[in-house]
Each structure stands twice: as C-alpha cells, then as structure tokens.
C-alpha cells in the first residue's frame, strides 16, 4: 500500500533519530547495511524509499510529514546517477551521494566501489556531515545567546 504513495519509511531509527538515509532501487538495500553500520557506532537514523517522486508529492502534507519530517535535517540521499531532484528531498543543508559526472568503464563492482557505493563510505559521509551539521547547530547557538539581552 504504501509503495502507491511513492515513498515511506523502509526501517524507523531504533532510538533517536540523527537523520535520515534516501534512496530508491537497489540503493534501498545499502541504505538498510548502512543503517546497521550507523546503529552500531551510536548514530541513529531511518531509511526512506522513494521509487516516485511525483505520487510522493501528490501525497497530504501529513502524511509527508511522516516519511520526511522537517525536524530532521541531517539528510544523505544514495543516487547511483545524477544528483538532479534530490535536493528537494534531502533539504539545502542536505548531501547526496551521486555520480554527476560522465566517463568511466570496468566491471559493475569495480564501479560502485570506485565511486563510493559502500557501507563503509555511506557511513563515514554520513558521519562527518552528521558532526559538521551539530558543529554548525551549536555555532549557531552560541552566537545567538550573544545577541539575547539575559544570560541562561
């Protein structure tokens, strides 16, 4: 049923969620192994299928809500082409994991890792844009506490 509805959650963050992982096709399956991975090292995030994007959007505002909710910000979309269109899903701030360039011959394998399609590489992305993102946050929050006329 949800399949129809052009995206949902594959697998929720077992506890906090830290972020998000989207993908579609057979990227779905090294998201769910990144996961995993994540989990194991403390970092919590859920994995979003999205096979089509345009009935994802003729979906409520709710129910979009649920399978991306804009609370979450730290976001990695796993695009084995061209990045186009994912940055509406995965937010300004997010990144995608892409391949937007053109020339390159070998065997399938060879590809994915060479272009970095691995759970190792998933995870260490996904690792450093997640502390990049909580530095800027609490950058952000020093800043602001300058600009506020009472001490906490």
Avoid at 85 to 103: E, M, P, S, T
């Amino acid at each position: 049923m949800q399949l129809k509805k052009g995206a949902y959650v594959i697998s929720e963050a077992n506890e906090k969620i830290d972020g998000l992982l989207l993908a579609s096709g057979s990227e779905v399956s090294l998201a769910s192994a990144s996961q995993k991975g994540l989990e194991r090292e403390g970092t919590f995030v859920s994995v979003i299928s999205m096979p089509n994007w345009d009935r994802y959007e003729k979906q409520p505002h709710s129910y979009r809500e649920i399978v991306i909710p804009k609370h979450v910000k730290v976001r990695l979309g796993i695009e084995m082409g061209v990045s186009f269109g994912w940055v509406r899903y995965v937010g300004d701030n997010g990144f995608v994991l892409a391949i937007d360039h053109f020339g390159a011959s070998a065997p399938g394998e060879k590809l994915i890792e060479e272009y970095g399609f691995t759970v190792e590489n998933v995870i260490a992305r996904f690792k450093n844009y997640f502390n990049v993102h909580i530095f800027n946050e609490m950058k952000r929050g020093r800043e602001n506490e300058k600009n506020c006329s009472f001490n906490w």
